[in-house]
């Protein structure tokens, strides 16, 4: 088991910056991919950002990529996204994901994701 806590959501005016970040717990002796999705209103949840166990590979959700970042620090066991250039498309419930896999993997699919956090809200507006 793996347990997500997410924090650093907020309000924030478009064209700003907000970072999230992900803490997660339970296992520790196998590898696992840390991803973000998002919910907006009305909406299905969408793929944000992904990155492997050893940070070496990411993939990102087209309508982010060039504006938001994901690292991970494998030390502290979180994962972070960095969010700029915010816009009102934005707004939405992040969650934090983790998948299975060896030390590389990353997956852009929603279904493969076996553990989640609670979510936190980023709300984009003036």
């Known amino acids: 088991q793996v347990q997500l806590v997410e924090s650093g959501g907020g309000l924030v005016q478009p064209g700003g910056s907000l970072r999230l970040s992900c803490a997660a717990s339970?296992?520790?002796?196998?590898?696992?991919?840390l991803a973000w999705f998002r919910q907006g209103a009305s909406k299905e949840r969408e793929f944000v950002a992904t990155i492997s166990w050893r940070g070496t590979n990411t993939i990102y959700g087209r309508s982010v990529k060039g504006r938001f970042t994901i690292s991970r620090d494998t030390v502290k066991n979180t994962v972070a996204l960095q969010m700029n250039n915010l816009k009102s498309e934005d707004t939405a419930v992040y969650y934090c994901?983790?998948?299975?896999?060896?030390?590389?993997?990353?997956?852009?699919?929603?279904?493969?994701?076996?553990?989640w956090g609670q979510g936190t809200q980023v709300i984009v507006s003036s």
């Open positions: 339970g296992r520790t002796f196998s590898s696992y991919g």
């Open positions: 994901a983790a998948v299975d896999g060896d030390s590389d993997f990353v997956t852009a699919q929603e279904s493969q994701y076996m553990y």
